[in-house]
């Protein structure tokens, strides 16, 4: 029979892993591309907007919806690179572990 006891300890302890490597992550930046390098956006982990790096040569009044989707592009490159790090570290606390589609705490 399972111990019960253990398998909660085990949890609670997983679940505060899971709570430091997610305050860790918050402190990150990650850096999304787009526009062959003309527009670059730094997120934090928490996908907040912290800096936007625009070439000059991007930016032309007479085609404003170019910039606006390589900055959308630009930034949802980062929210990739962040989400995939965010993967990759709660697979490890969980060991690969199949939450059965359970949201983790992002």
């Given at each position: 029979?399972?111990?019960?006891?253990?398998?909660?300890?085990?949890?609670?302890?997983?679940?505060?892993?899971?709570?430091?490597?997610?305050?860790?992550?918050?402190?990150?930046?990650?850096?999304?591309?787009?526009?062959?390098?003309?527009?670059?956006?730094?997120?934090?982990?928490?996908?907040?907007?912290?800096?936007?790096?625009?070439?000059?040569?991007?930016?032309?009044?007479?085609?404003?919806e170019v910039l606006e989707d390589l900055i959308v592009a630009a930034?949802?490159?980062?929210?990739?690179?962040?989400?995939?790090?965010?993967?990759?570290?709660?697979?490890?606390?969980?060991?690969?572990?199949?939450?059965?589609?359970m949201k983790l705490p992002f």
């Open positions: 029979m399972m111990n019960i006891q253990g398998l909660m300890k085990q949890a609670q302890m997983m679940q505060k892993k899971m709570q430091e490597e997610q305050q860790r992550l918050e402190q990150e930046e990650f850096e999304g591309v787009s526009g062959g390098g003309m527009v670059k956006v730094v997120l934090s982990g928490k996908f907040e907007m912290k800096k936007i790096n625009l070439d000059k040569s991007i930016v032309d009044a007479d085609d404003v930034y949802n490159d980062a929210k990739e690179k962040a989400d995939a790090k965010m993967g990759e570290a709660m697979g490890s606390i969980t060991g690969g572990l199949n939450l059965g589609g």
